[in-house]
């Protein structure tokens, strides 16, 4: 019932409050607290509320405030997906364990660097589903900006969060949303 009335508020900003906009999120680092999770082999097993680990004993822990503010993304209007360079079953199969597939509506997640042309690959695909994005409505978490260069060269001029550094913590990206994006 409660989850309803949730979705009846996010379907309403999202039809007149906010303009579309894109959250893509990087996962290592970004999401969960492991650095690489291609190195760690399914199964997972969960240990715990944003806790899952693999039978050699790794662990890998979510950011809660990343969960919160990937939500709260949502309920201000944002269509959210995953762009991360790792093995996409990997990938998938920690995010179903942590029960936060949902938090996701597309994912693009591959094992290549490429993520300029994965983020232009959705903008195309989200154009043709009568939703055009302009880049200054991207906003891309990532705790590393190695794709930078890629992005603004490929895609324009996106709003780069580059978080744990310019970006302090979760809040901060928040703020800065709110200002670019959000326009309150
Ligand atoms: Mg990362």
Redesign the pocket.
Known sequence: MEEHSENQQNQALRNRKVAPWLLMM?????LWDH?DISTVSPPYHRLGSGKIGDNNGTVITVFPEALEFIRWCRENGAITSTL??NYKEYAMEALEKLGIMDLFDYHETEFSPAKDQRLLQLLAELRAKGLAIPPERVAYV???DIHMDDIRRNVGNIVFLHIWKEVRNYQEARNIIRARIIGE
Do not use: P, Q, T, V
């Open positions: 990087d996962l290592d680092g970004a650095l991360s360079w990532d705790d590393r």
